[in-house]
């Protein structure tokens, strides 16, 4: 029989992905929204179990624990820091070492182990008597060894979410090659898609869960996060032979310190221009000392520029072999330049965070002191973060069809950047915390109009939280999508997991900023005579002060954006060959 040679073009990938075997991904049989979709599912299922804990956890500590509300939303917010500075060490090992893969499936088992800890224990020792931990009956005391499990078990759920969240939102625009013409825009979309399955995945846990926890029935509702985080590790395994792959870089540290380093010890030369090719690169397409692409030459920090001076000794050294402590690339010496132009917009968001973190803490505390009922129904005070969830959803469909397609026009551009969008959101959360306060001020007056000796209660409805929540809603669309975008883009290649952990860290530093605040306020405004702005009972405090001070803080903070954001300047990629991406393989048939 006469063999007959076909030859069969297959198109593989531009970006430099590989499939599970280690070989150049094949775009039609990876990636795309095939892979995208399980990833938003996932995400989905995995925020509704850490909700599923977080969003009641203060609640928890007041009535369980033992704790009063100051102890309590301080806890809450060094916990939330945590979760998220854990982010750092999530993407330091899939950027280095593990591969995004490899740390999100990881931190993931550490994240059900938690959970299930956290279930077993709630249900064994914590709660208890039966039926304690609602709004009426308190629990008893705890042994130390039973309190050490307790945090053993949220701790080890910080460390599984904290390393698991900045990988998976950054492993999920890996699945989209960027380019790409068509892909490209759909990994743009993706981050608006994660942020809303996120925020959906939240959905049931700030509703149902809320509800049953607010009730007492805490270990039914850890059980169903742990339920839950165990469905979406199992999703995530299943579309274990569709990822694409980025493989990881090395240690972006030493890399650093290599700039550093080679620049110091040429502090004397003179920088010449790069225009005329005065400083060294690595050739070809894909760099030997990172592969990725290369990064154009900027202006500004001329002092790191020295490390890729080629003197006269580097010449007669790289003719053997290249000494990186001594010549690094301009890519290498870019990359530096990158982060630090990226870290003062990072510390302008830290405020944001501050913000956001109320959310979650005393928002929830100012909720409970509030009318609860309607209709004879109670109304869990955290599940008045549904509205939050809804003005997300909400904003996100206007941003995309009508927002910015209009502010395009307007601009005559492509639309409002990143950074305009980041602007936007700062303008919101001050607009947030006047609402905020303004709610609680009237909450004070109806208190001490309706019942001047009640505890943590006032005759005003719960439903006038509905503007705050709405507006922080809206904050996050434009602040924090526009920070994942942001940050994910202009992150060097070598460093996307740490481009999203970086937008995950600011909210870790809000969390301690936070909890910072809250005890300097509470050391000054408290006397004799003054139990402080945010005592056990909150009518007896100023917790609208509290707001207020947010508030002019973060305008004072979008001051400091304004002109941070002026300064930046845009990292530009040289674009990769697109020879590349096409691979002819001979079939015999």
Not at 16 to 21: A, F, K, N, P, Q
Not at 142 to 161: C, E, K, R
Not at 296 to 316: C, N, S, W, Y
Request: proline share 4%; glycine share 8%.
């Amino acid at each position: 029989m006469e063999k007959k040679i076909v030859k069969r073009q297959e198109e593989h990938t531009l970006d430099g992905s590989v499939d599970l075997r280690g070989k150049p991904a094949i775009r039609s049989r990876t990636g795309s929204w095939g892979a995208g979709i399980l990833i938003l599912v996932n995400q989905g299922l995995a925020t509704l179990a850490f909700f599923g804990v977080g969003v009641n956890l203060v609640l928890f500590l007041t009535r369980v624990m033992g704790q009063d509300n100051a102890s309590a939303a301080n806890n809450v917010s060094k916990w939330t820091g945590t979760v998220y500075l854990f982010s750092l060490l999530g993407a330091f090992l899939s950027d280095s070492y593990w591969g995004r893969y490899k740390t999100c499936a990881i931190f993931q088992v550490i994240f059900v182990i938690g959970l299930i800890s956290l279930s077993l224990s709630s249900y064994l020792f914590l709660v208890k008597p039966d039926g304690c931990g609602d709004e009426k009956t308190p629990c008893g005391s705890h042994s130390t060894i039973h309190l050490s499990l307790f945090y053993v078990s949220i701790y080890l759920i910080a460390l599984g979410n904290g390393g698991y969240q900045p990988t998976i939102a950054t492993f999920g625009a890996d699945q989209f090659d960027e380019d790409h013409p068509k892909e490209s825009h759909s990994k743009v979309a993706f981050f608006s898609y994660f942020y809303l399955a996120l925020n959906l995945g939240s959905l049931f846990s700030n509703t149902i869960l809320g509800y049953y926890e607010d009730k007492g029935v805490w270990a039914l509702g850890f059980w169903a996060s742990a339920g839950s985080a165990t469905l979406a590790l199992i999703l995530f395994l299943l579309g274990t032979p569709i990822y694409r792959h980025i493989t990881p870089k090395g240690n972006p540290f030493s890399r650093f310190c290599q700039v550093i380093i080679a620049a110091s010890r040429k502090w004397k030369i003179e920088v010449p221009s790069n225009d005329d090719g005065g400083l060294y690169e690595v050739q070809g397409s894909d760099l030997a000392d990172n592969g990725g692409r290369k990064i154009l030459h900027t202006e500004g920090f001329k002092f790191l520029d020295r490390a890729a001076v080629m003197t006269p000794k580097d010449q007669i050294s790289t003719i053997n072999t290249h000494n990186p402590w001594r010549l690094c690339s301009v890519t290498q010496v870019e990359e530096v330049k990158c982060i630090l132009r990226l870290l003062p917009i990072w510390l302008c968001t830290i405020l944001y965070s501050v913000v956001f973190t109320q959310m979650t803490s005393l928002f929830v505390e100012q909720g409970a002191a509030m009318k609860t009922t309607l209709s004879g129904f109670h109304i869990p005070p955290a599940s008045m973060s549904s509205f939050d969830i809804l003005s997300v959803a909400s904003f996100i469909f206007l941003s995309r069809r009508i927002i910015f397609p209009i502010a395009s026009r307007i601009m005559r551009s492509k639309g409002p950047t990143e950074l305009h969008r980041m602007g936007v959101g700062l303008v919101i959360a001050v607009a947030a915390m006047l609402s905020a306060g303004a709610v609680e001020h009237f909450r004070l007056r109806y208190a001490q109009k309706d019942c001047p000796r009640c505890v943590n209660s006032s005759s005003l409805s719960i439903f006038w939280q509905v503007p705050q929540y709405v507006l922080i809603g809206a904050s996050e669309v434009f602040m924090y999508v526009g920070q994942l975008e942001f940050f994910n883009g202009q992150a060097p290649d070598g460093l996307k997991s740490f481009g999203s952990a970086l937008s995950m860290t600011s909210i870790s530093l809000g969390n301690y900023v936070s909890s910072l605040i809250v005890t300097i306020v509470m050391k000054v405004s408290t006397s004799d005579d003054m139990p402080g702005w945010i005592p056990r009972d909150l009518n007896l405090g100023h917790l609208d002060r509290f707001y207020y001070l947010l508030a002019g803080l973060t305008a004072a903070d979008l001051v400091v954006y304004i002109v941070c954001a002026k300064w930046y300047k845009y990292t530009r990629f040289e674009d990769r060959d697109s020879t590349r991406g096409k691979n002819n393989d001979l079939i015999i048939v």
